[in-house]
């Protein structure tokens, strides 16, 4: 079993940032890719971005890419979600999942069903 803890959320203006963490628990952070997803309400929950279980692969959403960088520290359990010159569109809550293969491609890690557990989430919200 796994228990995924996401902080790091908050209320900021638009340019501002924010770094989010996940913290897991259990033995298998450190052999699997971790992503992370977010859903705005309204909408379906999408892709953010993923790293794979060393770190040495990263890979982020078109939407985001640029001013969004993940990164993880296995000693710690922990990955990150870098976010800069934050946007009202980025608003939604941001969840932390563990894909459950041991290997996959970018379009496997944008896919949520192969994602078998998750945070409860933590809410970003970017005013204008």
């Known amino acids: 079993q796994v228990q995924l803890v996401e902080s790091g959320g908050g209320l900021v203006q638009a340019g501002d940032s924010l770094r989010l963490s996940c913290a897991a628990s259990?033995?298998?952070?450190?052999?699997?890719?971790m992503g992370w997803f977010r859903q705005a309400p309204g909408k379906e929950r999408e892709f953010v971005a993923a790293v794979t279980k060393s770190g040495g692969s990263t890979y982020t959403a078109d939407s985001v890419k640029g001013r969004f960088t993940i990164s993880r520290d296995n000693a710690k359990n922990t990955i990150y979600l870098q976010m800069n010159i934050l946007k009202p569109d980025d608003t939604a809550v941001y969840y932390c999942a563990v894909y459950k293969y041991y290997s996959g491609t970018y379009n496997d890690y944008q896919d949520l069903k192969q994602y078998d557990y998750w945070g409860q989430g933590t809410q970003v919200t970017v005013s204008s």
């Open positions: 259990g033995r298998t952070f450190s052999t699997r890719t």
